[in-house]
Structures are given as structure tokens and as C-alpha cells.
């Protein structure tokens, strides 16, 4: 089971990055991802889930109309559209799998990718 998270890089403020989460090993059918960053000396939240059953989506309050999650099954990837990017979004970007529906806490996860950097400067 392995997760190859990539599309990170350097952004200005406004601009947008396309993170792309590559499953193999498994199937992402029947499993929920979810999109989670953490900052240096920040605790890792929680960005976007989405589930295996019905696809509910759950974005953190701070890129609610900013950022996208979609999963195309048939690739076998989940992808996070980040648009108006802002300094307050630097930092890794993981994803995880979890079989099931879980929320979208990274405790509830057991499958992580390696994380990809996303720094948004000028």
C-alpha cells in the first residue's frame, strides 16, 4: 500500500497548485482520503476528505471556496485544486487513506503518503 503525493512547489499569493495523490498497492475505491498539511511548529490539520461511499466532501473552514477535492477512481488519484493561494497555506501537504468513511482527523488515518511542500511567497 503506498500513496505518492506530488504537485507541491513555489506559488504567489492568488496563484493556484494542483496536488495530485497517486495510490498504489490497493484500490482507492473503497477507501476515504483525505488532503492534510502541517506548518512548521503547527499541529497537522486536517485540509479536505472526501469518502469511498458517497463521496461527502469536508473542507477546513479556512479553504472553503478556495481549494477542490476530487478523486478519479479509474487513475486511482485524488487531486486537491488550490486556487487564491495564500502565505497561510505554506506548508507539507500529505494525504491518507483510511478504509471506510472516516472524518477527516489525521488520527484516523493509517495509510500516509510522504507529503509534498508548498511554500506561497512573493
Known amino acids: 500500500v503506498q500513496l505518492q503525493a506530488s504537485g507541491g512547489g513555489l506559488a504567489q499569493p492568488g496563484g493556484s497548485l494542483r496536488l495530485s495523490c497517486a495510490a498504489s498497492?490497493?484500490?482507492?475505491?473503497?477507501?476515504?482520503i483525505g488532503w492534510f498539511r502541517q506548518a512548521p511548529g503547527k499541529e497537522r490539520e486536517g485540509v479536505s476528505c472526501?469518502?469511498?461511499?458517497?463521496?461527502?466532501?469536508v473542507y477546513a473552514d479556512s479553504v472553503k471556496g478556495r481549494f477542490t477535492i476530487s478523486r478519479d477512481n479509474a487513475k486511482n488519484t485524488v487531486y486537491l485544486q488550490m486556487n487564491s493561494l495564500k502565505p497561510e497555506d505554506t506548508a507539507v501537504y500529505y494525504c491518507?487513506?483510511?478504509?471506510?468513511?472516516?472524518?477527516?482527523?489525521?488520527?484516523?488515518?493509517?495509510?500516509w503518503g510522504q507529503g509534498t511542500l508548498v511554500t506561497v511567497s512573493s
Open positions: 491518507a487513506a483510511e478504509v471506510g468513511d472516516p472524518g477527516c482527523n489525521w488520527y484516523e488515518y493509517d495509510y
Open positions: 498497492g490497493f484500490s482507492l475505491d473503497y477507501y476515504g
Open positions: 472526501i469518502s469511498s461511499s458517497d463521496g461527502r466532501i
